[in-house]
């Protein structure tokens, strides 16, 4: 029988997307109320979709990195993604002028890996529940983070490695002052 080793803790995060300044920071805000005090936080950086969120969200947009709260178990990612739906119908109402004013995509980032939770089934995503995937977007290799051929153009960009990698080092530092670093679950 295959022993369970024990699983580490991972730093959830969140991409806020929009072209209007004022909902980011709206949207930003109310993370940090559900999921805790800003850890990290990228500067507004390029949103390059291929024109995929043109006609719903407009032209123009920016996206900001925000890392919450302590780090924690992975296993509720489908929850983190169903709340930030959630999330996103409320600024829908109250921003009516756009079909989508915001766009949020939660994930985590480990030692090894940045992990997205999508709505989306594809070929590279692993099912969790309640219509939520799960994709690895990055991979932490030879002291970099490598992308893959699904890699969003958004995620190969050296601010999200530099933010990914602060997260990691954060995650790192948590780890060894913890009792959890590389060591096996003894309960």
Known sequence: MA?????????????????????????????????????????????????????????????????????LDAGSMADWKLWTNDVELEFAKKYPQQPRPLNLDPGYITQAKLVLATTKDRDHRVYLRDGIFGEITLTYTAKRWIHHRWTYPDYRIDEVAKFATECRNSLRAFLKRSTGFRQRDTN
């Open 3 to 71: 022993e369970v080793l024990y699983v580490e803790p991972v730093v959830r995060f969140c991409a806020v997307i929009s072209q209007d300044d004022q909902v980011r920071s709206e949207a930003i805000e109310r993370l940090s109320q559900h999921w805790g005090v800003i850890t990290n936080q990228s500067a507004p950086l390029p949103f390059v979709a291929g024109g995929y969120y043109a006609a719903s969200m407009g032209d123009g947009l920016r996206k900001v990195l925000v890392a919450l709260g302590d780090p």
